[in-house]
């Protein structure tokens, strides 16, 4: 294969995994917006109905870091059951090493979607639902300094950057079952 055919298969592979991304985003915006609390009791989750989004503009300023510390099991929990209604059933995940904070999994073809709505609680400022790649998710992370920009790593942990995602997401998932934590 020549370097022009080999680079167009490339952009072609980028350009795929960006739509399946997209399209696991779209569906997860849906449920934020339609079905996200709609029949909960919850008082976290009925103080964010209607105000979460998986784009940082559409989010309301009223959703702030303190709204999801120690949620990520009950958000999760939301956002698979509305996903679910829509067809689509994540899977329930926690980091391989521990099982402190759990996200979602979805799988579009042969892309592995993150969905974390709760990555607010560990980077501050980022209080839109996080939908994308493992490796597109740890570049959020690492970017992250505690001093400057528009989000800030909250880490419970001065063992750096690298421990704090190996807890919090992992290298690799592990699969939750849902009744962990219900």
């Known amino acids: 294969m020549n370097e022009r055919a080999y680079g167009s298969e490339i952009l072609s592979q ?7 991304i997209e399209q696991v985003r779209s569906r997860v915006e849906e449920v934020l917006q339609m079905r996200f609390a709609q029949t ?10 209607g105000k979460l989004s998986t784009l940082p503009e ?49 799988q579009e073809g042969s ?5 974390d709505p709760t990555i607010g609680q560990f ?17 959020v992370v690492f970017k992250q300094t505690r001093w400057e920009g528009p989000y800030k790593l909250v880490m419970d942990s001065w063992r750096g950057k690298g421990d704090f995602w190996r807890k919090k997401w992992g290298d690799t998932s592990a699969i939750a079952q849902r009744e962990w934590f219900i």
């Not at 980028?14 to 399946?20: A, K, L, N, Y």
């Not at 790649?133 to 570049?139: E, K, M, P, S, V």
Request: charged fraction near 25%.
């Open 58 to 106: 559409v989010v309301d300023p009223d959703v702030r870091r303190a709204l999801f510390v120690n949620r990520c099991d009950t958000f999760s929990l939301e956002l698979a059951d509305g996903l679910a209604q829509s067809g689509r059933m994540p899977q329930f995940a926690t980091s391989n090493l521990t099982e402190e904070h759990v996200y979602l999994l979805a």
């Open 40 to 49: 909960s009791s919850d008082p976290g989750l009925l103080r964010v109905r």
């Open 14 to 20: 980028i350009s795929s995994e960006h739509q399946r």
């Open 123 to 139: 980077v501050e400022g980022h209080n839109h639902v996080f939908v994308g790649t493992r490796a597109q998710l740890r570049d």
């Open 111 to 115: 892309t592995e979607v993150v969905i």
